[in-house]
């Protein structure tokens, strides 16, 4: 397919010609599209009309932005599982994971419908009887929506639904990886009518069609989710802006912990599920498992057996739990991890990495790599966000030494605690870092009406999803008094 940026409710290729290929992972002499490489000019064009946009959209009904919504979900559900096949063929996923992904984007998109027509601000007391007072909610302006790759449906939506629904006007810079699930949200808008320039798609490389947007002077909010270096330089920049704000969510270094007394055999299957499912290339994935040392022998041999029966392949064949990893910078990191994990004095217990037998060289396919290390503070392969099949099995002997293991890092996305004893869950819910907590459940599972968001270099504590509301809307206060004279608040007097 030959695609095209999206500005204005017009399809237009960038004028420089420059283009780029979007390769299928599981077969790289594949190529699924071709898109335009976008710059500062394609990005200047793009802001111009999304601000002409917005005085407009915001006047609109909230009900009637919120119509379009649903217009929206109604065309995704027809194509649901043409574009689940779309979505495995470029990025990889597992097929049923892109069901999954496309079914989060209806939800995140049914949802803000739904909140269309429920209230939008508060009604609150007034210190003085004849006053009326509200706090209501505005729209930011222009929003800058960037995401990764590795949620190429469900991620977008989580940006760009609930920005549309509040009256901002949006431009999406999808992942470069990713381009053809982007154009099929552009096509979806434009097919639905949604009003020229409210809705902007930016194709194109980080550094040349994301940085423009965020530095931009008539962006208004960047909404980011992605690598942490990539959020740090976003956050840095938008601070020193003294209208910008930027809301970054970013990535994680997750963890199970794993208690003596847990259900061993649902402790491996959430284990499994949290390290290896999307290849561990999610946000939240797994890859410390915190394991009470009664337990670890037992849990690390089924771990390990399970893992050795994961069916890795194309990911558009039902049988197949993992597909490739992303491309080949990811194979390149992940080999490191797993060399560096040597270096540090991991003891090795599933010796994965690159696979090139039939069926497997054409693609970026890697299988798990499984390792035990006692704590230490030092080890990079126990702090960094690795990003691939890489998973540590790691001792514990106290409740307090797995909250300290498990917070002694600088991310603080998701957790999940394994035990059937309610005292020691509550003590982890309470004690450990994070901003997506499980119990009993692998680390994995996002709903779209429960906040999504980490703490510390996992996100800026806006939360995305549901929650995002938050960062595209101004809380204003509006005061009316209702009486004829003036009366002042904390009884200040009113005489001149
Ligand atoms: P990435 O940071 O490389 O890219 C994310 C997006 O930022 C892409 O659209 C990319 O083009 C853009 N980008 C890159 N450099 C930029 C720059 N200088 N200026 C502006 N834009 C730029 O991340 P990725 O490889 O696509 O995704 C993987 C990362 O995303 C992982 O770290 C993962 O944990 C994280 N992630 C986080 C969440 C979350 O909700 N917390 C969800 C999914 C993924």
Same mark, same amino acid.
């Given at each position: 397919m030959q695609g095209k940026n999206y500005i204005g409710g017009e399809w237009v290729s960038s004028p420089w010609g420059e283009t780029f290929e979007d390769i299928n992972p599981a077969n790289t002499q594949e190529v699924v599209g071709v898109f335009p490489k976008s710059n500062q000019k394609d990005v200047e064009e793009a802001v111009k009309v999304a601000r002409e946009a917005y005085s407009t959209w915001r006047r609109l009904s909230r009900i009637k932005r919120g119509e379009y919504l649903d217009n929206f979900v109604q065309l995704v559900k027809a194509e649901a599982e043409e574009l689940a096949y779309l979505m495995a063929k470029e990025c990889g996923k597992a097929i049923n994971e892109c069901r999954a992904d496309v079914v989060e984007g209806i939800h995140m998109t049914q949802f803000m419908f739904g909140r269309s027509r429920t209230p939008y601000g508060d009604v609150v007391a007034s210190e003085i009887g004849e006053k009326d007072a509200y706090m209501l909610r505005r729209p930011k302006?222009?929003?800058? !929506?960037?995401?990764?790759?590795?949620?190429?449906?469900?991620?977008?939506?989580? #940006?760009?639904?609930?920005?549309?629904?509040?009256?901002?006007?949006?431009?999406?810079?999808?992942?470069?990886?990713?381009?053809?699930? +982007? =154009?099929?949200? +552009?096509?979806?808008?434009?097919?639905?009518?949604?009003?020229?320039?409210?809705?902007?798609?930016?194709?194109? =490389?980080?550094?040349?069609?994301?940085?423009? #947007?965020?530095t931009h002077p008539d962006v208004d909010v960047v909404l980011f989710v992605g690598s942490a270096p990539v959020g740090a330089e976003i956050k840095k920049v938008c601070a020193a802006d003294y209208r910008k704000m930027a809301a970054c969510e970013m990535g994680g270094k997750n963890a199970i912990i794993v208690c003596d007394d847990a259900n061993l055999e649902l402790a491996v299957n959430a284990a499994i599920l949290s390290a290896f499912k999307t290849s561990g290339q999610r946000c939240v994935s797994a890859s410390r498992l915190i394991v009470h040392e009664k337990v670890i022998d037992a849990f690390s041999k089924a771990f390990v057996e399970t893992a050795k029966r994961i069916v890795i392949g194309d990911p558009v064949d039902e049988k197949v739990f993992m597909g490739p990893v992303i491309n080949q910078k990811a194979v390149d990191k992940i080999t490191f991890y797993n060399n560096l994990a040597r270096e540090e004095g991991a003891e090795i217990l599933l010796k994965g990495g690159r696979l090139d037998g039939e069926g497997y060289r054409q693609g970026y396919f890697m299988s798990p790599f499984i390792y035990r290390m006692k704590y230490d503070s030092r080890p990079r392969v126990l702090r960094e966000e690795v990003f691939g099949p890489h998973v540590a099995i790691v001792p514990f002997r106290t409740l307090e030494e797995a909250i300290h293991i498990h917070n002694d890092v600088e991310y603080g996305l998701a957790m999940s605690v394994i035990t059937e004893d309610y005292r020691k869950a509550r003590t982890l819910r309470e004690e450990c870092e994070y901003g997506v907590g499980y119990v009993n459940?692998?680390?994995?599972? !996002?709903?779209? =009406?429960?906040?999504?968001?980490? #703490?510390?270099?996992?996100?800026?504590g806006l939360p995305s999803a549901s929650t995002l509301i938050d960062a595209v809307t101004h809380r204003? +206060?509006?005061?009316?008094?209702? !009486?004829?004279?003036?009366?002042?608040a904390q009884g200040l007097s009113a005489a001149v």
């Open positions: 302006g222009v929003i800058a !929506a960037i995401s990764p790759w590795n949620f190429p449906f469900a991620i977008p939506t989580w #940006l760009i639904m609930p920005s549309l629904l509040e009256g901002n006007t949006v431009i999406f810079k999808p992942s470069e990886e990713t381009p053809l699930m +982007a =154009h099929k949200i +552009a096509e979806y808008f434009h097919r639905v009518g949604l009003p020229a320039g409210v809705f902007n798609l930016i194709q194109g =490389h980080g550094p040349q069609a994301g940085w423009p #947007l965020v459940l692998p680390s994995i599972g !996002a709903e779209v =009406h429960l906040p999504f968001g980490g #703490l510390k270099k996992s996100g800026t204003v +206060a509006w005061t009316v008094n209702n !009486a004829t004279e003036i009366k002042m």
